[in-house]
């Protein structure tokens, strides 16, 4: 009876997310562009929740609690209240030129902007094949978790394969569906019910253990390390380094990026960045407080284990429990529908439909035709990245960071590109390639040191593309079917 309920409780609300999907894909148009940015209307709420939503992963609830568990509360400081506030501000700096961009000349990946900035199709290309490559381990961060969380909450009756596989499904089904309107509107209800729910548990789990006072007299006797503010692992320079490249890196994600194409208004979009950090310090708090004060409690987690289920399963009736991750499934789902809609997008926008546009027998590809492609892009996508999580994964922070910091190190070659009239594509190139192949043996080569007195390789990674760019863009002339007045001319429309 137990598993009954919490397949109910889980299965139920994923059946619920598919409904709304249903009724978005009857009311919207059969075009690529409402399908991938729902024909550019979204209002305030929308825009910040589905924004919210989507950044909602398992890396927020697991990884993170899971960190926070190891190490310490300091990890709320990080991803809570820096790295709210410094994408706050690239969604205003970044967001809002893009948005004019995007309103001017109808794009819809970043890949196309920076195509026709430095007019070049194999530019273009390259942006989207660096995006895809590190999109594709993100997408199947959620599966993990997915996967993880299940086995967790059911005590293995459930195995690892069948959940991811089950998240898996649902993502199909819903995101072809769907698409961008359906996915803002089921992120919306997702965002809020995820606010709720993760206060709820929090709050339930200090009544039970006597509040926080008792929760916090239990963390210092048993890791009185974790109650001072620095420690070998929370060291200045490593928080500065996460908080930053994470922050970066957000603003280079595909499904986040697209957001700021998708707003109505320039005023939507300065609402919603205001009321970013806000958002992110009343989510991060609970899940990663759980996660601190569990390490207190008389909770056994194996080795590899994921904190937050565990704890509830423990201090919680099934219900609840199965409810709180139900909402765990529900951030996973947010993030990974807008992760394979974005992938899509990419391919289709950047890859697949240059390529016929150019061959001399076909002059353009039809919007049906465009939409339909998108949708097969995402079983295609999904069910690969389904299969690779089945093979011995990596760990859902490594995963996790490696994607945050890798798009990090295109964020400050496209600041430049936006603001400096005279970036070169040489330029762009040297700095995007410089960074990405520099981060790249960070991760995979000894040669390349992971660390330099404690900053990240992640944030030198971006000073070496920052560098690249403006240096080789300075000793450079600008390539002749560069459009650059063209460009300039839709950063200054109003």
Same mark, same amino acid.
């Given at each position: 009876?137990? $598993?009954?309920?919490?397949?109910?409780?889980?299965?139920?609300?994923?059946?619920?997310?598919?409904?709304?999907?249903?009724?978005?894909?009857?009311?919207?148009?059969?075009?690529?562009?409402?399908? &991938? $940015?729902?024909?550019?209307?979204?209002?305030?709420?929308?825009?910040?929740?589905?924004?919210?939503?989507?950044?909602?992963?398992?890396?927020?609830?697991?990884?993170?609690?899971?960190?926070?568990?190891?190490?310490?509360?300091?990890?709320?400081?990080?991803?809570?209240?820096?790295?709210?506030?410094?994408?706050?501000?690239?969604?205003?700096?970044?967001?809002?030129?893009?948005?004019?961009?995007?309103?001017?000349?109808? !794009?819809?990946?970043?890949?196309?902007?920076?195509?026709? =900035?430095?007019?070049?199709?194999?530019?273009?290309?390259?942006?989207?094949?660096?995006?895809?490559?590190?999109?594709?381990?993100?997408?199947?961060?959620?599966? #993990?978790?997915?996967?993880?969380?299940?086995?967790?909450?059911?005590?293995?009756?459930?195995?690892?394969?069948?959940?991811?596989?089950?998240?898996?499904?649902?993502?199909?089904?819903?995101?072809?569906?769907?698409?961008?309107?359906?996915?803002?509107?089921?992120?919306?209800?997702?965002?809020?019910?995820?606010? #709720?729910?993760?206060?709820?548990?929090?709050? +339930?789990?200090?009544? #039970?253990?006597?509040?926080?006072?008792?929760?916090?007299?239990?963390?210092?006797?048993?890791?009185?390390?974790?109650?001072?503010?620095?420690?070998? &692992?929370?060291?200045?320079?490593?928080?500065?380094?996460?908080?930053?490249?994470?922050?970066?890196?957000?603003?280079?994600?595909?499904?986040?990026?697209?957001?700021? @194409?998708?707003?109505?208004?320039?005023?939507?979009?300065? =609402?919603?960045?205001?009321?970013?950090?806000?958002?992110?310090?009343?989510?991060?708090?609970?899940?990663?407080?759980?996660?601190? +004060?569990?390490?207190?409690?008389?909770?056994?987690?194996?080795?590899?284990?994921?904190?937050?289920?565990?704890? $509830?399963?423990? !201090?919680?009736?099934?219900?609840?429990?199965?409810?709180?991750?139900?909402?765990?499934?529900?951030?996973?789902?947010?993030?990974?529908?807008?992760?394979?809609?974005?992938?899509?997008?990419?391919?289709? =926008?950047?890859?697949?439909?240059?390529?016929?546009?150019?061959?001399?027998?076909?002059?353009?590809?039809?919007?049906?035709?465009? /939409?339909?492609?998108?949708?097969?892009?995402?079983?295609?996508?999904?069910?690969?990245?389904?299969?690779?999580?089945? #093979?011995?994964?990596?760990?859902?922070?490594?995963?996790? /960071?490696?994607? @945050?910091?890798?798009?990090?190190?295109?964020?400050?070659?496209?600041?430049?590109?936006? &603001?400096?009239?005279?970036?070169?594509?040489?330029?762009?190139?040297?700095?995007?390639?410089?960074?990405?192949?520099?981060?790249?043996?960070?991760?995979?080569?000894?040669?390349?040191?992971?660390?330099?007195?404690?900053?990240?390789?992640?944030?030198?990674?971006?000073?070496?593309?920052?560098?690249?760019?403006?240096?080789?863009?300075?000793?450079?002339?600008?390539?002749? /079917?560069?459009?650059?007045? $063209? !460009?300039?001319?839709?950063?200054?429309?109003?």
């Amino acid at each position: 009876m137990t $598993l009954a309920l919490q397949l109910a409780i889980i299965v139920g609300y994923l059946v619920l997310a598919l409904a709304i999907g249903l009724v978005a894909y009857r009311v919207a148009d059969r075009t690529a562009e409402d399908f &991938y $940015l729902a024909s550019r209307t979204f209002g305030t709420i929308v825009l910040l929740f589905t924004t919210f939503a989507t950044l909602l992963s398992a890396f927020t609830f697991f990884a993170g609690p899971n960190i926070a568990y190891q190490q310490g509360p300091e990890w709320v400081l990080v991803m809570g209240l820096m790295d709210g506030i410094i994408f706050a501000i690239l969604w205003y700096v970044i967001g809002y030129k893009q948005w004019l961009l995007g309103q001017n000349h109808g !794009y819809v990946t970043l890949g196309e902007m920076l195509g026709d =900035r430095f007019g070049a199709t194999w530019f273009r290309g390259l942006v989207a094949g660096i995006s895809l490559v590190w999109l594709f381990p993100y997408v199947m961060l959620q599966q #993990v978790g997915a996967g993880t969380a299940l086995t967790a909450l059911t005590g293995g009756a459930i195995p690892y394969w069948a959940g991811a596989g089950l998240i898996t499904v649902f993502m199909i089904l819903y995101v072809v569906l769907a698409g961008m309107r359906g996915i803002a509107w089921t992120d919306t209800l997702q965002g809020a019910f995820m606010l #709720v729910i993760t206060w709820v548990a929090l709050l +339930w789990l200090l009544a #039970v253990v006597g509040g926080p006072t008792s929760a916090t007299a239990a963390l210092e006797a048993e890791a009185a390390q974790h109650l001072a503010l620095g420690s070998d &692992y929370y060291t200045p320079q490593w928080m500065l380094s996460t908080a930053i490249t994470i922050g970066f890196g957000v603003a280079m994600f595909p499904q986040v990026n697209q957001r700021f @194409f998708a707003a109505g208004s320039r005023t939507v979009l300065k =609402r919603s960045f205001a009321l970013w950090p806000i958002l992110c310090v009343l989510l991060f708090v609970p899940s990663f407080m759980i996660g601190a +004060w569990a390490r207190g409690l008389d909770v056994t987690i194996p080795e590899g284990g994921n904190v937050l289920p565990i704890v $509830l399963a423990e !201090y919680t009736p099934v219900w609840f429990a199965a409810l709180v991750i139900a909402g765990a499934m529900a951030a996973m789902m947010s993030s990974s529908d807008s992760m394979l809609l974005s992938g899509s997008s990419y391919f289709t =926008r950047d890859l697949y439909r240059p390529v016929l546009e150019y061959r001399s027998d076909i002059q353009s590809i039809s919007a049906q035709r465009e /939409d339909f492609v998108a949708r097969v892009g995402v079983v295609v996508f999904a069910t690969a990245s389904f299969l690779v999580s089945l #093979v011995n994964p990596a760990t859902l922070f490594e995963l996790g /960071d490696a994607a @945050f910091s890798e798009f990090a190190q295109l964020a400050l070659p496209v600041l430049v590109a936006l &603001y400096w009239r005279r970036t070169t594509r040489a330029g762009m190139t040297a700095g995007i390639l410089a960074s990405q192949l520099f981060y790249l043996a960070s991760l995979f080569t000894a040669i390349v040191p992971s660390s330099y007195a404690g900053w990240t390789a992640g944030i030198v990674g971006m000073g070496l593309g920052l560098v690249g760019t403006v240096g080789v863009s300075l000793v450079t002339t600008p390539a002749a /079917d560069e459009e650059r007045a $063209l !460009y300039f001319d839709g950063l200054r429309a109003d």
